[in-house]
C-alpha cells in the first residue's frame, strides 16, 4: 500500500513545478527527508482496506509540490539540523494541507486537480468530506508523537486555517469585501499553515524563540505571496499549465485583491458595471474581466503586493548563517510570486 501513495523522490528532478536552484531541485538537500516523511504519510494510512483503499491510492494525485513539509524541513536544516520529529511534522502538516484541497474542491465545485479528477467529481461530496476529516484526524494522531507543544502549534494553524476558510464562504457574493478583510481571510486558510511550518522546523531543531519567530515570518508571508499568486492564476492562468480547474474564485463570488483594487478605483457606476460582470454567466466572464483588472492596473498591483511579501520573508532570513538551505529558502520567496501552477 505505501507505494500506491507515494512517488519515488528524485532529488535532480523537482516535483509538479518545484523550482531548480543551481541546476538541481530545491529540494535536494533535503529529498530522503520528504522521502521519510512521505513514508511516514503512507504507513499511517496503509491500514484502511477496501472500499477506502481506492480512495487512498487516489491521494497520491494531490500531492504534488510538497511546498509545506519541505519548507519545514529546509527551516530545520538551516537552524540546526533535521531529526525524527520533523519527519512526523512535515507528514502531519501535508496531511492537514492535503485535507484542505480536497475539502476546497468541494466548496469550489472544482472537476480536476493536477490534470486529474477531483474526489467529489469521481466519488461524491459525502465520501470528499469524510475523507478530508479522515485526514485531518490522522495528521492529529501522528503528531501526538512528538509532544503536546507540537500538537498545540500545529492545532492552532488549522483552527486558523479552518476559520480563515470559514470567513471566505461567509463572505461569497459580498461585493464590498475590503483589502482588509482579505488579507485577514489569507492569514487564515493559506499563511497560518506555512508559518507554522517555519516555527515547527525552527522550534525542533533547536533554535531561540527569536528565531523561530523570523522563520514563523518567514512562512507566514511566503504563504501570503503564494496565495495572491494563485489568485492571479485562477483570474489569468492557462488550465492546461496549471492542471487544475480555473475562474472557480469568479464562479463561487469570491473577491480576490485584484477584484477589490479595480473595485475601489473604478468610479461608482464602473464599478457596478464589473459586479454585474462577475455575477453574470457570460462563457467569456473570465477573459472579459481580466482585461478590466488590466486597465485598472488591478493585476499588476496584486502582483506587487506579492513581490512584497517575498522581500518581507527574505528579510526574515537575514540572521540565519549563510548556508545551501538558506540560500534556497530565499530561492523558494521568488519562485513563489512567479509560478504557473
Excluded at 101 to 129: C, M, Q, Y
Excluded at 173 to 183: C, I, K, P, Q, T
Excluded at 234 to 239: A, H, I, S, V
Excluded at 297 to 322: I, M, N, T, V
Amino acid at each position: 500500500m505505501p507505494t500506491l501513495l507515494t512517488p519515488p523522490v528524485d532529488a535532480n528532478t523537482p516535483p509538479n513545478g518545484v523550482p531548480k536552484v543551481a541546476g538541481r531541485s530545491a529540494f535536494a538537500p533535503i529529498a530522503a527527508d520528504i522521502a521519510e516523511a512521505d513514508r511516514l504519510f503512507a504507513e499511517s494510512l496503509a491500514g484502511y482496506r477496501s472500499p477506502v483503499a481506492p480512495l487512498i491510492q487516489h491521494l497520491r494525485h494531490y500531492r504534488g509540490k510538497r511546498l509545506r513539509p519541505a519548507l519545514l524541513l529546509l527551516t530545520a536544516k538551516a537552524c540546526g539540523g533535521v531529526n525524527p520529529h520533523h519527519h512526523i511534522l512535515a507528514a502531519a502538516v501535508e496531511m492537514i494541507h492535503t485535507a484542505t484541497l480536497v475539502h476546497d474542491d468541494v466548496l469550489d465545485e472544482a472537476t480536476t486537480r493536477r490534470h486529474i479528477p477531483t474526489f467529489n467529481a469521481e466519488w461524491g461530496n459525502k465520501v470528499s468530506i469524510l475523507l478530508g476529516d479522515m485526514l485531518f484526524t490522522q495528521a492529529f494522531h501522528i503528531t501526538s508523537r512528538v509532544d503536546r507543544r507540537a500538537c498545540e502549534l500545529i492545532g492552532g494553524a488549522t483552527n486558523r486555517v479552518c476559520g480563515g476558510e470559514l470567513k471566505q464562504v461567509c463572505n461569497r457574493g459580498n461585493w464590498h469585501l475590503s483589502e482588509a478583510d482579505y488579507f485577514d481571510i489569507l492569514d487564515g486558510k493559506t499563511a497560518a499553515l506555512t508559518a507554522v511550518c517555519g516555527r515547527l522546523g525552527a522550534v525542533y531543531a533547536g533554535a531561540s524563540e527569536d528565531v523561530a519567530d523570523k522563520m514563523e515570518t518567514y512562512g507566514r508571508c511566503v504563504g501570503l505571496a503564494f496565495q495572491i499568486a494563485d489568485d492571479l492564476l485562477d483570474l489569468t492562468g492557462d488550465e492546461a499549465k496549471a492542471g487544475k480547474t480555473l475562474g472557480t474564485d469568479l464562479e463561487e463570488g469570491k473577491l480576490t485583491l485584484p477584484l477589490i483594487h479595480a473595485l475601489n478605483t473604478l468610479p461608482s457606476t464602473a464599478a457596478d458595471e464589473l459586479r454585474h460582470l462577475i455575477r453574470s454567466d457570460r462563457p467569456d466572464k473570465r477573459r472579459k474581466v481580466a482585461e478590466v483588472l488590466t486597465r485598472t492596473g488591478s493585476l499588476a498591483y496584486a502582483k506587487r503586493a506579492a513581490e512584497e511579501f517575498g522581500r518581507q520573508a527574505r528579510a526574515a532570513l537575514a540572521d540565519l548563517l549563510p548556508s545551501e538551505c538558506k540560500h534556497i529558502l530565499e530561492q523558494l520567496t521568488d519562485w513563489s510570486v512567479k509560478r504557473e501552477r
